[in-house]
């Protein structure tokens, strides 16, 4: 039924949890000794409430002196199990919840490429901002008190239907009011709880895409749209929180009314089995203590329930990730391939993006070793794509590509991975220093290297010209790089990985021409003794190239060297044409100049 715990959903949040739960299970053995200490103690405190008055009453002089001990006693137990239980359950929670999310942010990093396109990045941040902190419930104080309420209610009965079973039960009638109310708010709760997860998780899609796309923001004039978009999301969030605190106020209403009902009760009719001479004034002073811990553990079951249900529909949102399969199980790590100079080969490659039609069918290509191989195309015709199988970000459905003779599904991810330096159209730079940023393919390389490395890439020149040189702090509070100075790093990054096979996105953006000869020359150093795939969309720069392979919608139409293509009808001259009717418009000219 919508709302309530699904058992095998439950059993399935505690198989996933129960190695966490495991790892950290002293502070939730202490936890659970606590529980019997608290029992203990709300017993023993009634209990001493009613002795000392009756021990008063009768001037039972030699009682008083051993009770007052026995009550600072329970006073300092009482203290000392608080602060404990304080302790304990903080390090429970957050050392399962640390592990947990760990463990999820290296599924994420884990997860295949197809899957990752499907997840908005948004949704991923919730997770990690929103779902892990709702745990608590599962992991936490609900879970306890869960476990606690109920034996809390069963020892306290028992010592009251000793007391006096008549008021005993009759105050015990508060119970299936309290459960049914219980259970219907737990059910409301979860629901409203549903909805403001879902919505805090738009808010994060809403805020990652405002503040990645800031300058196309402004750009576009869409502040306004984007404004009203969070403001439209902000009030229903409003509305949401308003009704569950309506909601959460009638309950506790609800159990205020339980609570004083039971009370008046016990104390009216308890005062006429003192007046009678059934129970004593001491005697009716405990029961009346205890009376609250028969209401109080239904209604804060109910509460704690709905706890754990929140807890649950944020474990149902994390599931969707963790379900899908990972990569691999650990990380796969850099490793030196041998810098054998590599054919490659796509034999019979079928593929499609996941939902959509085939952009591959047998296609067949092979790419001689130590080539540079230029790959053409108009947009969308799945020059990209081939990168990315190549690398095995996507698995074809059918069909084998090969390194050397050796088929790649068969290496490791690291030793694929190795075998590839990819210089993409846009480079990533990460927090940290110039260092970091050039060292991310392999952190153990000396400083001679990185700069021999930034020299060949014709960056190491505008480095030492930094106060603070490689250390230099860059990303978003540092330093910003332009368009040919992040070329150059990527670039250098590139020739520290050393790898055999050089994928290149040459990427639309122009160069103006001083930047262009120098990353032209950076290049050229790096694809010396590689085989070289690059992606051009100038085809000016194709000459170097030793093939070019023409793509049209996902299929080869033509192959050859730039003499030969252009002899035929087709693809290559059209775009050979369209390149020239560029030039002699200017754009490209007018372009050059404004970039870097
Ligand atoms: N992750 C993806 N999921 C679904 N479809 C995709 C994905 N990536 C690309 N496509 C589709 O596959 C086709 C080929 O895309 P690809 O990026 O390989 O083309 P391309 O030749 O590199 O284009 P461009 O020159 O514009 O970069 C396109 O129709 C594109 O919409």
């Given amino acids: 039924m919508n709302g309530l715990l699904k058992m095998n959903e439950a059993r399935r949040t505690y198989k996933v949890l129960k190695p966490y739960i495991k790892q950290h299970r002293r502070p939730y053995v202490g936890l659970l000794l606590l529980l019997f200490v608290e029992i203990m103690l709300t017993i023993g405190f009634s209990w001493f409430f009613g002795s ?22 329970l006073v300092v137990i009482s203290i000392t199990s608080t602060y404990l239980n304080t302790l304990w359950e903080t390090i429970a929670t ?24 499907r997840i908005h990045s948004g949704d991923l941040l919730a997770h990690f901002t929103n779902d892990i902190h709702n745990l608590d419930g599962i992991i936490g104080s609900s879970l306890i008190n869960l476990i606690k309420l109920p034996f809390i209610y069963g020892a306290v ?13 009759l105050c015990a009638l508060v119970a299936p009011v309290a459960m049914v109310s219980g259970v219907i708010f737990g059910i409301l709760l979860r629901n409203n709880n549903r909805r403001i997860q879902s919505l805090v998780a738009g808010f994060n899609v809403l805020l990652n895409e405002t503040f990645q796309g800031f300058f196309v923001i402004r750009s576009f004039l869409m502040e306004r749209a984007i404004f009203t978009k969070y403001a439209i999301k902000n009030k229903k969030l409003y509305a949401l929180e308003l009704n569950n605190a309506r909601l959460r106020g009638w309950f ?22 003192i007046s009678v001479g059934v129970l004593t004034v001491g005697a009716l002073l405990t029961f009346i203590n205890l009376v609250n811990h028969l209401v109080y553990p239904l209604t804060e079951f109910a509460g704690q329930w709905a706890g754990l249900q929140k807890s649950m529909s944020a474990m149902e949102r994390i599931f969707q990730v963790l379900e ?28 499609q993006y996941e939902g959509q039609p085939h952009l591959f069918e047998h296609l067949n290509v092979h790419i001689p070793a130590g080539k540079i191989v230029a790959i053409v195309g108009l947009s969308g015709a799945g020059k990209t794509t081939l990168f990315n199988l190549l690398q095995g970000f996507y698995k074809p459905q059918t069909g084998e590509i090969l390194i050397n003779g050796r088929q790649i599904s068969r290496l490791s991810i690291s030793e694929r991975r190795s075998l590839f330096a990819h210089v993409s159209q846009e480079t990533m730079l990460f927090s940290g220093t110039i260092r970091d940023n050039l060292l991310v393919a392999r952190p153990d390389i000396t400083d001679r290297q990185m700069i021999e490395a930034a020299t060949m890439a014709g960056i190491h020149a505008y480095i030492s010209t930094l106060p603070q040189g490689y250390e230099t702090e860059i990303g978003e509070n540092g330093l910003k790089f332009s368009g040919g100075q992040r070329q150059r790093l990527a670039i ?3 020739i520290l990985k050393d790898a055999p096979i050089l994928l290149l996105d040459e990427g639309t953006s122009a160069l103006d021409s001083e930047t262009e000869y120098h990353v032209k020359a950076a290049l050229d150093r790096l694809m010396h003794n590689r085989t070289t795939l690059v992606i051009t969309h100038r085809l000016a720069s194709v000459h170097r190239a030793d093939y070019i392979i023409v793509m049209d919608k996902g299929t080869i139409v033509q192959m050859g060297r730039h003499e030969e293509i252009m002899q035929q009808e087709g693809v290559y001259r059209h775009l050979q044409g369209m390149e020239s009717k560029r030039g002699e418009w200017g754009y490209a000219d007018a372009f050059d100049q404004s970039a870097v």
């Avoid at 009965?157 to 039960?169: C, D, G, H």
Wanted: net charge negative; charged share 20%; glycine share 4%.
């Fill in 324 to 351: 899908i399969e990972a990569e691999s199980d650990d990380f796969p790590a850099a490793m030196r391939v041998e810098p054998l100079v590599s054919s490659i080969a796509f034999s019979d490659i079928t593929f």
């Fill in 157 to 169: 009965l028992i010592y009251v239907l000793q007391i006096n079973w008549k008021l005993a039960l």
């Fill in 52 to 73: 000392i008055t009756d021990a008063a009453i009768h001037s039972d002089i030699t009682r008083m002196k051993w009770l007052v001990p026995l009550g600072i006693t």
């Fill in 492 to 494: 250098a990054r590139a």
């Fill in 94 to 117: 957050n050392a399962v919840k640390r592990d947990f999310s760990e463990q999820l942010f290296k599924h994420i990093l884990q997860l295949p490429g197809k899957h990752v396109d």
């Fill in 252 to 273: 506790y209403v609800g159990s205020q009314a339980a609570a004083s009902i039971t009370f008046l009760v016990s104390l009216c009719l308890g005062s006429y089995y």
